[in-house]
């Protein structure tokens, strides 16, 4: 550790702030991407950057499963990378996969290994979610403001943003991409006029569904990001000696004729395109041809920023008043009309248990955050019906697009929900991935709890009572002084859904 009078100062003698060093890697359908970076004053100075063409989505076999092969070009990668994060702490790495993962069947087989080999998290995130972060990089990568239409063509989905300064306004995910479209529409190996606008027409299919509400949000200033948009306007610029990084409706006609020439994919080379990409490129032209078409524009720029800048400044702001997931949640409080008074007394008495057990139980600050999250949500299928309201609050969470919550940690959340009372939820809590299931467990305990000392709707959270563990790792509640009589009913029934699920909870008194 440096010592206070060894750090760097600055020219008025102020000690500087030593950077963060933050570390992205981005599992995509097509590529992987590694992005290690120092962030300071809401700036990113890039350390390290790797890329690699996995090609995951073409490792999808007829059953929607990742080929073994695919698996070990994918682990190949990973332990390539594992060098770079060498000295990141673990809560300043995120490592995120999106639509080949999303379209998995057996993607949790593959993200156990992943797990292993990194000794970090993987999450898997929503399209929507996906979107957010891209609008976050692209953002942060362009000084000029106004209203910006960010289009990112990846090897299984697009992305459409339209959003201003650091706000996105609107965002969608569509199932097509650069590597599922080779395969779709020019699986034979061949490049011709029917194939190409078979793809295109596909394109414009998805692209119906958003084209009216985007046109009429509007925007000024149509950008680009990632690897097709960014070959693209190499390959034009090369061509045409047209500035580099701009996409005109002209110039990509020319191009989409180019392609054509070439009759078959294992014949494409240009200059400004790399080899690996050569195969998917015409896929990745049929649908930036489309959405030129749907949009009607005239032209389109490339932007640095994307998935893996918008996953870093997302992270830097993690655990702080800019978090994401907290406007989320507000969101959902509001959306969903929860009462805030019984969702700050649940909160309250669920992390009042929670500090008489952390330590015995190895609960840290990420799980303590999501007992309170869950207490604040528990309500929320109350909007639905009262009949069962556990389940739809689960259901609501498990199934929306919630902003800056990967698919895990909406799983997650949902369970806490689902779980807060009547009979422990056994079949969802082994479908979470092994390693989450202790957590799981116990923080469901504690909010099952915490929603019965408060059942009576209080104005203020009771007194607390005590909570330990025995040496089995039994619970045990030290009720004080005389208790209502609802209230050591519902604990004596909950006594017993406890034990229906093997676990161990016993009441004492004063």
Partial sequence: MIAPTDRPTTDSGEHEIAPRRLAAIDLGSNSFHLLVANYQEDRLQVVARQGDKVQLAAGLDDDGRLTEAAMTRALGCLARFAPFLTGITPGDLRVVGTNALRAADNSQAFIERAEALLGSRIEIISGREEARLIYLGAAHAMAEEGRRLIVDIGGGSTEFIIGEDFEPQALESLSMGCVTYTRRFFESGEIDEACMRRAELAALSELANIQRPFQTLGWNDPVGSSGTIKAAAAVIAAADRSPEGVITRAGLQRLRQRLLDFQRLDRVALDGLKADRAQIFPAGIAILGAIFEAFDLAAIRYSDGALREGVL?????????????????????????????QADNVAATACALLHQVRDRWRLDDDRARFLEWASRLHEIGLTVSHSQFHRHGAY????????????????????????????????????????????????????????LINHSRPEHPPATPTLSLDDEG????????????????????????????GLVLTLDSD
């Fill in 474 to 501: 039994a619970l045990r509640l030290q009720l004080q002084g005389h208790q209502p009589s609802l209230l050591r009913a519902d604990l004596e029934q909950e006594t017993a859904y406890q034990q229906a699920a």
């Fill in 396 to 451: 609501l969470l498990e199934h929306s697009d919630l902003a800056g919550f990967s698919r895990t940690e909406q799983r997650q959340l949902a369970f806490l929900v689902r779980a807060h009372r009547r009979t422990f939820p056994l079949e969802e809590w082994q479908a979470l991935p092994a390693v989450e299931r202790p957590a799981m467990s116990r923080l469901a305990r504690l909010l099952r709890l915490a929603v």
């Fill in 313 to 341: 400044y997302d992270m830097a702001g993690r655990n702080s008043p800019e978090d994401s997931r907290l406007k989320t949640l507000a969101n959902l409080e509001r959306l969903y009309g929860v009462d805030p008074r």
